[in-house]
């Protein structure tokens, strides 16, 4: 199963504040940990939503907003996205980060059997494997 841990933004990392060699040492170590354990796909750090962008839909319209965004609750300043046998083990992992302050949202990430009720045929899966296979391959180039 894999999961993303969502790090919600706070009022410093909005600020653009960075972290501090001690907190990036410890960070370190901890994704040392995730690649030891040989269950981090992906993680990475965002800038502030000053930087940002939203892009709005209704009906056929859509919108561009820019950041700054005011709702810092609300916002991600990070993810790491790791591949578990259950969303207990994700817990742990979480709970494992060395923040002395902060919060960590915990999802489940989709998999193609969730969407099967929506692809009877299997058709729309089997165009979305290759779209992954040529990502993957890409990849590896």
């Known amino acids: 199963m ?4 969502i790090v919600k933004a706070s009022p410093e990392s909005e600020a653009g504040k960075l972290p501090t ?3 990036l040492e410890a960070m370190g170590k901890y994704n ?3 690649v030891k354990a040989g269950i981090l796909l992906a993680g990475e750090g965002l800038h502030a939503s000053s930087k940002g ?3 709005r839909f209704s009906g056929k319209q859509s919108s561009v907003v820019d950041g700054p965004f005011t709702e810092t609750k609300e916002l991600v300043a990070g993810f790491w996205i790791i591949e578990v046998k259950s969303k207990e083990e994700a817990v742990a992992w979480a709970r494992r ?3 002395v302050e902060g ?4 999802r489940q990430v989709a998999s193609a059997e969730d969407f099967a ?3 009877p045929t299997g058709e729309l899966m089997a165009r979305e ?4 296979a040529q990502v993957e391959q890409r990849a590896k180039s």
């Open 103 to 106: 919060e960590i949202e915990i």
């Open 21 to 23: 060699t001690q907190e």
């Open 32 to 34: 040392e940990e995730l």
């Open 117 to 119: 009720p929506s692809d």
């Open 2 to 5: 894999r999961f993303m841990m």
């Open 97 to 99: 980060v060395p923040f």
């Open 53 to 55: 962008t939203r892009v």
């Open 129 to 132: 494997e290759q779209l992954r």
